[in-house]
């Protein structure tokens, strides 16, 4: 038995740290038959049906994505640099978004193909709805566009031809509709109102993923509180808006600045649910450590962001050397936050499904993603393409330069000029799609059919049953590499 909690190891655990990279996880004798009797359902209190979050980076989350990832049971977290009366019109958005169907994209009829091409791309769906006195009156795809005078018009090309169906058709019956008209994409109307679309993969995703909703039934969102500023004015304005979940993020969660941070937004936070009855839990970090998570959980904490230096876009660990492996940080710091009645989130660090899997086998409640979500369509930067016509975004460090200077762009230049000097991440990078997965649902479905195997490989049922069966061993580098494919031969 490891010393920090139920997970186990093959053999003795060893007197170092480890990454991801340095460990496996040995199979175990099971009766789990299928993928899909695994229950995904997050063990952090929060209990969205995934134990996804995506990351409050600037280049990653906003409307799009939160509400995407929330129809497929996980959660996003909006930015603290975004403010407040636009993180309010994204919030209600979100809420306002279908539970079951995708939000279109819609144009006009006298909209230009250029203009139409230029949004097209911001949905993974890769359509858009004609609409022509409120009405869907065709659809715009890429393939209509080619050849085409950039400035033709919408009604000039669309496809006339869609099917629409009723919102209450059953995703079922919306995927075998599409099958027998052999089209590729369903429009959902009530009477003449335009409610969303269906995909044929859509359609399927929505028996498998179970959305993440609020009290309302409405789609949950969360948002960033920093350390600095009006961090009393920010926290009641965010639960005016009605985000679901609070989090309070600084890179280094273990200060005195961070303690009298969390313990305003939790005065706060208490005096809203006292008059509303609703709960909203808060997270806070990063810390990577037993007395770090002990202190923040003392200062109001629900669940702790754990992750000093993990992230791709993170330079902390090469310019500071402050940080912590993060399968050891995770490890401990799940296990003094369940001894607590608490929970953790694993952020940074994941790269692959694996890496997720590995995370909720040491005890996270939920594992958070940043930059392996940037080069998707739904992430918030502008889609671009290089020499060699391949698509990317940029994305950049929360803690770049970058960011640094939007975050404080109401001080004064050479105050800016100051800040900009100590950055600790990367200011620009360009995160390429990847052609077989360019959505968000596109790699959820990769993540998530890595972690029902792993749950399947260690007979569980569930994650909390994951995290109690998982065996771990210790790999050398070449261990690691060994479980590499081969993208062509040798």
């Known amino acids: 038995m490891g010393k920090n909690g139920p997970v186990r190891f093959l053999t003795e655990q060893p007197t170092f740290d480890l990454t991801y990279s340095d460990v496996f996880m040995a199979p175990s004798r099971s009766n789990v038959t299928s993928r899909f009797d695994v229950d995904l359902t997050s063990t952090d209190g929060i209990g969205t049906p995934l134990p996804i979050v995506v990351a409050n980076m600037t280049a990653i989350a906003g409307r799009r994505m939160a509400e995407t990832v929330a129809r497929r049971g996980g959660i996003a977290i909006l930015p603290q640099d975004i403010p407040t009366d636009q ?18 994209i819609h144009v006009t009829s006298d909209t230009t193909v250029g203009q139409a091409m230029a949004v097209i791309h911001k949905r993974a769906h890769g359509v858009a709805v004609v609409i022509e006195d409120g009405r869907a009156v065709g659809l715009l795809e890429p393939q209509n566009a080619s050849d085409v005078d950039r400035f033709a018009q919408a009604h000039e090309v669309m496809r006339t031809d869609f099917l629409t169906l009723p919102p209450d058709t059953d995703p079922t019956a919306v995927f075998e509709a599409l099958e027998d008209h052999h089209l590729d994409v369903a429009v959902i109307t009530d009477g003449d109102v335009l409610l969303g679309i269906m995909t044929r993969k859509s359609a399927v ?18 948002a960033a509180v920093g350390i600095s500023g ?30 009298q941070a969390l313990e305003t937004v939790r005065t706060v936070r208490d005096e809203v649910v006292e008059r509303t009855g609703v709960r909203v839990p808060i997270v806070a970090g990063n810390v990577v450590t037993t007395s770090g998570v002990l202190d923040l959980i003392t200062a109001g904490a629900d669940v702790l962001k754990v992750g000093v230096g993990p992230g791709a876009m993170c330079t902390t660990r090469m310019q500071t050397g402050v940080g912590r492996p993060q399968f050891s940080a995770v490890l401990e710091c799940a296990e003094a936050a369940r001894a607590e009645g608490r929970a953790v989130w694993a952020d940074g660090g994941v790269r692959h499904p694996r890496d997720v899997a590995l995370a909720l086998a040491a005890g996270a409640g939920s594992v958070m993603i940043g930059s392996w979500f940037a080069g998707t369509h739904e992430s918030t ?24 200077r939007s975050r404080t762009h109401g001080t004064g230049a050479f105050e800016r000029a100051r800040a900009g000097l ?9 995160m390429y799609l990847d052609p077989r997965r360019p959505g968000v649902e596109d790699l959820l479905d990769f993540i998530t059919s890595g972690v029902r195997s792993s749950c399947t490989y260690a007979g569980a049922r569930n994650l909390a049953q994951f995290h109690e069966r998982a065996v771990v061993g210790v790999q050398s580098s070449s261990g690691y590499e060994e479980g590499r494919p081969l993208l062509q031969s040798w």
């Open 87 to 104: 993180i309010d019109r994204s919030i209600r958005r979100v809420k306002r978004a279908h539970t079951v169907f995708d939000t279109p």
């Open 205 to 222: 995703r929505a028996t498998i993923y179970q959305p993440a909703v609020d009290a309302k039934g409405r789609l949950m969102v969360g």
């Open 381 to 404: 930067g502008e889609m671009q393409v290089d020499p060699e016509g391949r698509l990317y975004k940029e994305s950049f460090g929360m803690a770049s330069s970058r960011a640094v």
């Open 230 to 259: 009006d961090v009393e004015g920010r926290t009641r304005a965010l639960l005016a808006s009605e985000a679901d979940v609070l989090v309070v993020d600084t890179a280094h969660g273990h200060q005195d600045r961070m303690l």
């Open 422 to 430: 100590f950055e600790e991440g990367i200011s620009s990078s360009r």
